[in-house]
């Protein structure tokens, strides 16, 4: 039985985790996270996810003894993600992390803080086919050769607060991967007056945000003559919740170290 903590547990993932938690028969929730003075502190996680009561209040620590987690599946925000790293590391928990928006400072305290630690995995898009069309543009753009003009469109719902999506750049550096390109000399975000002829070695990407998108993410692959386009479309929520659920499961027990979900689909 592994044992789990959520942390942003009364966000709109940390909901979905706790409910689909419920569900799993090798599974239990232990502890249900949110940061100190947050209006959910005390409410019982069940009821909070909508699953009726589970007996687990949301806290802002981590419990002691019988109920510590073996891991701790994080979906909040970038800073409270970060304060909650530094517990797991403390505590010897696994940590997987869904959260979006992680600056460059808050990965090097992941790796250098955390991860030498306890197995830390992150990943901007726990759905599985996210991973997997991952995989699949990298060998596209190999394939097409450096000739092909590559372009990205994600869009999400109006709430979504970062821009491009971390799910956008990751399948923008797996193509600047393929083709040995410098991510910060390669990738321009949206275009706007007269830029001039497109650059051969550039993926532009575009985010747009409206209604209640969950998340789409279209990688173009443009040439004379002829075009391919390969689109996924999440549906609900629950697909990144399962996957982290998922990832969760597979990282226990692991080395400390830092993980990415193309170890899990591997």
């Known amino acids: 039985m592994t044992k789990f903590g959520v942390n942003g547990a009364s966000g709109r993932m940390g909901r979905r985790v706790i409910a689909l938690l419920s569900e799993q028969e090798d599974c239990r929730l ?16 069940g009821d909070v996810a909508g699953v009726g009561r589970l007996d687990v209040g949301i806290s802002d620590r981590m419990p002691l003894g019988e109920e510590e987690p073996d891991v701790v599946v ?32 808050d990965m090097r305290r992941l790796r250098d803080e955390v991860a030498s630690r306890v197995p830390v995995l ?3 898009n726990m759905s599985v086919g996210v991973n997997v069309l991952s995989r699949i543009v990298g060998q596209v ?5 450096k000739g092909c003009d590559i372009e990205i469109v994600e869009m999400h719902h109006r709430r979504k607060a970062d821009a491009p999506s ?5 399948l923008a550096h797996a193509i600047c991967d393929a083709h040995s390109w410098q991510p910060d000399e390669a990738l321009v975000f ?8 497109r650059p051969s070695n550039q993926i532009a990407v575009h985010a747009l945000r409206g209604g ?7 990688v173009v692959f443009a040439m004379a003559g002829e075009r391919i386009e390969i689109t996924h479309r999440a549906h609900t929520r629950d697909i990144f919740a399962l996957g982290a659920i998922r990832a969760a499961r597979w990282l226990v027990g692991r080395k400390p170290g830092l993980y990415g979900m193309e170890d899990v689909i591997a």
């Open 190 to 197: 949206g275009r706007q007056g007269r830029v001039g002829q």
């Open 74 to 105: 994080d979906f909040s925000a970038p800073e409270g993600c970060v304060d909650r790293s530094r517990e797991c590391a403390a505590r010897g928990v696994a940590l997987v992390i869904g959260t979006t928006g992680l600056g460059d400072e």
């Open 212 to 218: 209640d998108v969950v998340g789409e993410h279209t």
């Open 30 to 45: 232990v502890c249900a996270l949110e940061q100190p003075g947050h209006e959910s502190l005390g409410r019982d996680a």
């Open 166 to 170: 971390g799910t956008a750049l990751k």
């Open 141 to 145: 753009a190999r394939a097409l050769g």
């Open 122 to 124: 992150v990943a901007p």
